[in-house]
C-alpha cells in the first residue's frame, strides 16, 4: 500500500505562488506516474498535472504555463510549483499515484490518493 500526504496549502492573493508537497511512504514510487487533482466545491474533481516516472510531464490547459509539477524520487515526493494563481484556482488539491509507466488524466486512474489540501485564492 501506498500513502499519500500533501501539505503546503493555504490562503494566498490572486498573482501569489503557493508550492504544494506530497509525501509518499509504505512503498517506492519511484517507478509510479504521480498525479495532482483538484476539486473545488460543488464541482467534480479535476485533473490538474501528471508527471510519469521518466519525468515526462502533461497540464491541463487551465494551468499550463503557471503550474510546474516535479518529483524528487529519493525523497518519495512529488511537487505542484503553482504561480500567478487566481480566484479560480481555489481548490481542494489531492495527489495521487498510479502503479504504471503510463500517464493518465482520469481519476479512475489512479489507486491511491491523498486526502488534499485546500488552496484558497482571494481576489
Known amino acids: 500500500q501506498v500513502q499519500l500526504v500533501e501539505s503546503g496549502g493555504g490562503l494566498v492573493q490572486a498573482g501569489g505562488s503557493l508550492r504544494l508537497s506530497c509525501a509518499a511512504s509504505?512503498?517506492?514510487?519511484?517507478?509510479?506516474?504521480l498525479g495532482w487533482f483538484r476539486q473545488a466545491p460543488g464541482k467534480e474533481r479535476e485533473f490538474v498535472s501528471v508527471?510519469?516516472?521518466?519525468?515526462?510531464?502533461y497540464y491541463a490547459d487551465s494551468v499550463k504555463g503557471r503550474f510546474t509539477i516535479s518529483r524528487d524520487n529519493a525523497k518519495n515526493t512529488v511537487y505542484l510549483q503553482m504561480n500567478s494563481l487566481k480566484a479560480e484556482d481555489t481548490a481542494v488539491y489531492f495527489c495521487a499515484a498510479r502503479r504504471d509507466i503510463g500517464v493518465a488524466a482520469t481519476t479512475s486512474a489512479y489507486a491511491y490518493w491523498g486526502q488534499g489540501t485546500q488552496v484558497t485564492v482571494s481576489s
Open positions: 509504505g512503498r517506492t514510487v519511484g517507478s509510479y506516474a
Open positions: 508527471i510519469s516516472w521518466n519525468g515526462i510531464t
